[in-house]
């Protein structure tokens, strides 16, 4: 598991995995509690961050997924779209 950034770190760089991970290392050290409020405000506000990070990564997947279902399915007419993975930021 990773570990809970200390310096707000843009959370647009971060892969869903990382976003993921960080976001239960979060959760995993609001729930156990010994943070102070301003540490616990902080943490939660990363937490948000990264579950709205984790958000974009999953309707991005979907859209893909939807587009994929929505392509022909002639084999001759070629590949329905690309095969590289997208950032949901470029959507």
Request: hydrophobic share 35%; proline share 7%.
């Amino acid at each position: 598991m990773g570990t809970v950034a200390t310096t707000p770190l843009d959370v647009s760089a971060l892969t869903y995995e990382q976003a993921r991970d960080e976001l239960v290392a979060v959760v995993s050290r609001l729930e156990t509690g010994g943070e102070t409020l301003e540490g616990s405000l902080a943490l939660w506000e990363r937490g948000e961050a990264l579950a709205a990070r984790c958000q974009e990564w999953l309707d991005g997947a979907r859209r893909r997924l939807d587009a994929a279902r929505a392509a022909p399915t002639d084999p001759a007419a070629g590949p329905a779209h690309d095969t590289e993975p997208r950032d949901p930021e470029d959507d």
